[in-house]
Structures are given as C-alpha cells and as structure tokens.
C-alpha cells in the first residue's frame, strides 16, 4: 500500500513540474515572478507536498530560485548564463532540426507555414503579445518531429533558461526572427535535413549575438 501511495504521491510531483515547466516556456511565468505553495496547490486541486517536492527539484535544476526574502522566484536570466545557454541551444537545436526534416509529415509543414504567417502578422501590426507562442509553437513542431524524447527534454530545459521576453524587446529582432523561419522553412520545404540544421544553427547564434548586445548595452 505504502509503495503504491508512494507511486501516485511521485506521479502528481512529475506532473507538477510538466505544469510549471510549461508555464515558464509559454512567458506564462516570467522570470522574477513569485510561486507560493498554498496558491499552487489551490490552483492545480492537489495537495501542497507534490508543488513543495518540484519546487525543490526546479530549484535544484536552476529553474527557480530561493532566498529567505523573496521566496521562490523564477530564476532571473544572468548575463554570464546566456553564452552556455545559447551555445548548447545552438549544437542541440541544430541536431534535433536536421533529424526532424525525414519525419515532417505534409500536416507539419503546413503547420509551420501557417504559425510562420501568424509571425509575420503580428510583426507587422507591431504586436509582441503573442509572439512568444507562437515563436515556440514553431521551434517545437519541429523538433518534436525528430522523435528523440531525451533530446527534446534537453531542449526543454534550456529554453526554459532562455530569456525569450528580453529577446523580443532587442530592437529590430522580431523582423530578424521572420527571415531566419523563412531560411529554416525554405530549406525543410526542400527537404535537406542538412540545410536545416544549420539553418536552426545560425538562427540561434544570432539570436545570441543580438540578446548579449542588448544586454551588455543595458548593464
């Protein structure tokens, strides 16, 4: 009974993390925004000792933070984690696109074309609400096209560390986002995985390169 109870308690704690981890990838949660336990466990319907465990476990991965006066925070971006962030991003993203493009079905690739469009749309109206979304909603059809399920949880935990708030305030980013989807997009509509995954590669790079400049400028 114990060893049973014991497989539910880990199962809703496994879940919690899912939902909170999601939350920080959907901009749902920003970083500085505070998470009490009683409000969690009241919003989610579960008891407050699954939300206590995988706040102890985000925290442990450097997804949240804790200190005796803010409590649990998530994390806020620090400049010196942005290079490693990015770097890893740019080899792991350019591996899971380039092992997505056989597996794209017809279905996906329309899909991508119209979340594209949606981009492209609220970049012209000088939207930024929902870019972020949408932005994932891209990334994402792709690499879970790649059906690698450890490699989709490693780009998981580093876009939860990638700031995406302050990537689409960088001063002309967001039209730079629209052409680098359209190279990505050009090269899966010719089906070079190759192509692709570098591609994927230089979008993320300069992504970098643009979030370090803003943020160096603004220290």
């Known amino acids: 009974m114990q060893r049973r109870n014991d497989l539910a308690q880990k199962t809703k704690k496994d879940l919690m993390i899912e939902v909170l981890r999601d939350a920080i990838l959907s901009g749902e949660l920003q970083p500085g925004d505070r998470l009490l336990q009683e409000e969690l466990a009241e919003r989610f319907r579960v008891s407050p000792t699954p939300i206590r465990e995988a706040i102890q476990q985000l925290v442990a991965e450097g997804i949240l933070s804790h200190s005796p006066y803010k409590g649990v925070q998530v994390a806020e971006v620090r400049l010196n984690d942005v290079r490693e962030v990015y770097l890893i991003r740019s080899f792991v993203e350019r591996l899971a696109a ?30 930024g609400a929902a870019l972020v979304k949408l932005n994932r909603e891209f990334h994402m059809i792709i690499y879970e096209a790649a059906g690698m399920p450890q490699l989709m949880q490693i780009i998981k935990n580093v876009w939860i560390k990638s700031p995406w708030d302050t990537l689409f305030v960088v001063p002309n980013r967001a039209r730079m986002v629209v052409d680098e989807h ?9 089906g070079d995985a190759e192509a692709s995954g570098q591609a994927m590669q230089d979008h993320i790079e300069r992504g970098a390169a643009a979030l370090l400049h803003y943020l160096e400028s603004k220290a």
């Not at 493009?101 to 979340?115: E, G, M």
């Open 98 to 127: 380039r092992e997505a493009v056989p597996n794209l079905k017809i279905s996906d690739v329309q899909r991508l074309h119209a979340v594209q469009n949606d981009i492209e749309a609220e970049v012209a109206r000088g939207e």
């Open 182 to 190: 359209r190279h990505i997009l050009s090269a899966i509509d010719r």
